[in-house]
């Protein structure tokens, strides 16, 4: 099955971001001198993987420099950005202070800080129009419920679903401990439309999407979305979470971070780069979510992830 890769997640960004360094050098120049945190240094930012999946770090460093620049202009601090193998090795990075920041899954987050305890979630990084649920769709007439009814079944799987959808797939939707590909026939294709074509057409019995994607199937051809329903559907998933560990940041530089990666909503110049990066807002932690973490780490370990 082809794997998710940040090219298909931002495939028109990759191509903006290129384009749009000249623009992004200009906005810099207004920049003051970053500071540094005194316990480390310059900040080094660590992301996990599984976000941009099968993208080289060269290439990394341009598509993301829109996130750079924001954190300089709201901040005053500057970073490197580092693409880290898995969460599991992201979290020994940040606890060994090689990296002082990582962005994580939010069901890898609550997965590691059990075994991390000095993991502590900082900000969400938001997409506000594009909700984080999953969904098992099938056609109308057949009823198929999962993960009964999907026994060597045919279900398709688009490349553009992320890695919640993987998880959701392999726990949700699989006989507990045996991930979906080892439970039904499950085939990779292009995009969610297709995968719902298909399953209209009878050529599969099923179809894992994103609650947007399904939004926009049914807006653009709701003839055909009438033969179809919803068998299972996921929670709302958390965003994304940048974390930290206390022990080596200063006070005082985590709360700069927070408030002025917070505030960058507000600022139109550092509000339009982050929507090169579908990035909407960074938010605040509510006090409540250690209890969803827990939730989290329990429905979801890191192990239902699909590896391949």
């Not at 090219?7 to 971001?17: G, H, N, Y």
């Not at 297709?194 to 947007?212: F, M, N």
């Not at 329903?229 to 022990?247: K, M, T, W």
Request: glycine share 4%; charged share 25%; hydrophobic share 40%.
């Amino acid at each position: 099955m082809r794997r998710l890769s940040l090219c298909t997640l931002f495939s028109p960004f990759v191509v903006i971001a290129l384009a749009s360094s000249l623009v992004l050098a200009r906005t810099e120049t207004a920049v003051p001198m970053p500071l540094k945190d005194g316990k480390q240094g310059m900040m080094r930012i660590g992301l996990t993987s599984s976000l941009f999946r099968d993208m080289p770090d060269a290439l990394l460093q341009i598509v993301m420099k829109p996130f750079s620049a924001v954190m300089e202009q709201q901040t005053g601090m500057s970073g490197s950005l580092v693409s880290v193998k898995d969460a599991r090795l992201l979290a020994q990075q940040m606890e060994s202070n090689n990296l002082q920041l990582g962005v994580f899954h939010s069901h890898e987050f609550a997965a590691l800080q059990a075994k991390h305890p000095g993991l502590t979630p900082l900000v969400f990084a938001v997409n506000s129009k594009q909700p984080l649920e999953s969904m098992f769709v099938v056609r109308r007439d057949k009823k198929l419920n999962p993960p009964a009814d999907i026994a060597g079944k045919t279900i398709l799987m688009p490349s553009t679903v992320r890695e919640y959808s993987l998880v959701f797939a392999n726990r949700r939707c699989s006989v507990l401990g045996r991930p979906l590909r080892s439970y039904c026939k499950l085939v990779g294709v292009n995009d969610s439309e297709d995968a719902l074509d298909q399953v209209v057409d009878g050529q599969a019995d099923g179809a894992i999407v994103e609650r947007h994607q399904w939004d926009n199937y049914k807006e653009d051809k709701p003839g055909r979305a009438n033969n179809l329903s919803v068998a299972l559907n996921s929670e709302s998933f958390p965003p994304a979470i940048i974390a930290y560990i206390p022990a080596n940041l200063k006070k005082d530089s985590v709360e700069k971070f927070r408030t002025g990666m917070i505030s960058a909503k507000k600022n139109p110049r550092a509000a339009d780069l982050l929507k090169l990066i579908r990035l909407t807002s960074f938010e605040s932690i509510p006090e409540s979510f250690d209890k969803t973490l827990i939730q989290l780490a329990k429905d979801y370990p890191l192990e239902a992830a699909e590896k391949n």
